[in-house]
């Protein structure tokens, strides 16, 4: 799953949506605990598994590619919280510039993470999105912080090749 033309056309998405909210909200994100993210994600997991059950959406204005930048966008902000949370930006103000070299800089260690890991036996669907997002819900006193940084990589991976396959 080596980037090509159409993760630069997801990246591109993803990015001018982030900017979008960026823009409207600020950094309102960096004060709400990863697990309430994470509550976000299932809420758009759950979302697209009904669309693909019943084959169809009744809200037309909002895709399920556009569910599926939303959960990208989600996971990047917990990534982004980590990197924040690790630096003194946490407790200073943090520009949105600052936010928007970090987005960036996320994407290019998701790029490399995605072409150094062995895809060979992995089953992506939305089930085993669901499946971790559980997980992470079930462990969330007892998981790591590195542990939980990893799983939001492995969650993107399987995001974004589940987008790849609705564009």
Known sequence: MNFS?????????????????????GVSWKFFHNYSIIDQILMKIV????????????????KIIDTYIDIINYLIIILIKFEIC????????????????????????????????????????IN????????LKKKKEKILFKELEQFCFKILVEIIFLLKQNL
């Open 5 to 25: 033309s159409t993760d630069d056309l997801i990246i591109s998405k993803c990015r001018k949506l982030f900017l979008e909210k960026l823009k409207d909200y």
């Open 47 to 62: 979302r697209i598994k009904n669309i693909q059950s019943k084959g169809y959406q009744k809200i037309k204005e909002e």
């Open 86 to 125: 690790s630096t003194s930006h946490f407790h200073n103000k943090i520009s949105n510039n600052d936010v928007i070299l970090i987005y960036n800089k996320k994407w290019n260690k998701i790029k490399n993470y995605i072409d150094c890991m062995d895809k060979t036996f992995i089953q992506f669907s």
């Open 128 to 135: 085993n999105v669901l499946k971790n997002i559980f997980f």
